[in-house]
C-alpha cells in the first residue's frame, strides 16, 4: 500500500512542475531571447548621444527655412559632407543639427539655418578643392620612378610633406611643392618652425581619406600646417597679413580646429 501511495504522489508531482523536455518550443524561444538580451544590455555600455544645439521647435523652424531656399539635391548634398552627415539631399533634424554644430565651429550664428554667412562659409568649403580655372588634372600615377627624398629650401625637406601611405613623390610635382616650401619659409620667418600635418597625397591617401578628386594635396600645392604657441586663429592671421603685404603667394586657406590650410592656388579662398 504505501508502494502505491508513492508512485502517485511521483506522478502527481509531474503533472504539476513540466519538464524543460515537456515545454513547449515556443516558450524556450523567448526564454533563451530574453536571457540574452538582459545579458547583452548589461555587458555592452550603450554609447552616449551627442547633446543638440537645437530645441525641437528650432529644429523645424531650420527645416522649413532651408527647404524653403529650394536648393539642388547636388547642393545640398555638397553641404552635408561638409557638416559631415549622410548626404541624402534633403533637410532633415540631423542635417540641420549638423549645421548647427558646423556654424558653432566656425563663429556663426547658431540657428541651423543656411542663411548668408552660413551659406559663404559653406560654399566656401565645398569648392575649396576645386581646380585652378583651364588647369588640367594632374596625373601622378604617370610617373614611373617617383622622388623619395631631398631638399626642398632651407628648412623644409620632402620627407615632411610626404603622403601618409608612403608613396612616393612624382616628378611633376616637386616645382609646386618647392614653390609652396618658399612660401612656408617667409611665414616661418615670422612665426618659427612649422609642423606640417598633411601635404602631399598621393591619389590612392587623398581616396582613403575622402578628399576631393582635385584636391591641391593632390596636387603638391597645399599643406595643412601648425605653429608651436600659436592658435590656428592666430596662424591664419599671420597668413593673411603676410599675403595682404605682398610676401605670400595669394591662395586658400582654410581655418580648422586644430590647423590652418593653406595652398597656392593663385586667388583667394577662404574657408
Do not use: C
Amino acid at each position: 500500500m504505501l508502494q502505491n501511495d508513492t508512485v502517485a504522489a511521483a506522478t502527481a508531482n509531474s503533472a504539476a512542475a513540466p519538464s524543460a523536455t515537456n515545454a513547449s518550443p515556443a516558450s524556450l524561444r523567448v526564454a533563451t531571447h530574453s536571457e540574452g538580451t538582459a545579458a547583452l544590455s548589461a555587458a555592452v555600455p550603450r554609447p552616449r548621444a551627442r547633446p543638440n544645439l537645437l530645441t525641437g521647435a528650432q529644429e523645424q523652424t531650420a527645416i522649413r527655412y532651408n527647404r524653403g531656399k529650394r536648393f539642388s539635391r547636388e547642393t545640398i548634398r555638397g553641404y552635408q559632407n561638409v557638416v559631415r552627415t549622410p548626404d541624402d539631399g534633403d533637410f532633415g533634424p540631423n542635417t540641420v543639427e549638423a549645421i548647427a554644430r558646423f556654424q558653432s565651429q566656425n563663429g556663426l550664428e547658431v540657428d541651423g539655418k543656411i542663411g548668408p554667412a552660413t551659406k559663404r562659409t559653406l560654399d566656401a568649403q565645398v569648392h575649396h578643392d576645386a581646380p585652378t580655372p583651364n588647369q588640367p588634372e594632374p596625373e601622378p600615377d604617370a610617373d614611373p620612378q617617383p622622388v623619395r627624398d631631398g631638399g626642398l629650401t632651407a628648412h623644409f625637406a620632402l620627407n615632411e610633406f610626404r603622403s601618409k601611405d608612403g608613396a612616393g613623390f612624382p616628378r611633376s610635382v616637386i616645382p609646386v611643392l618647392r614653390e609652396l616650401a618658399e612660401n612656408l619659409e617667409v611665414l616661418r620667418a615670422e612665426v618659427g618652425p612649422i609642423g606640417i600635418t598633411s601635404g602631399y597625397r598621393s591619389p590612392a591617401h587623398n581616396r582613403a581619406v575622402g578628399g576631393a578628386k582635385n584636391s591641391y594635396h593632390v596636387r603638391g600645392m597645399a599643406a595643412d600646417i601648425t605653429v608651436a604657441g600659436m592658435t590656428p586663429r592666430q596662424v591664419r592671421a599671420k597668413v593673411l597679413s603676410l599675403i595682404a603685404s605682398g610676401r605670400m603667394k595669394q591662395g586658400g586657406i582654410g581655418l580648422y580646429s586644430t590647423f590652418v590650410h593653406y595652398d597656392t592656388r593663385g586667388y583667394a579662398a577662404r574657408w
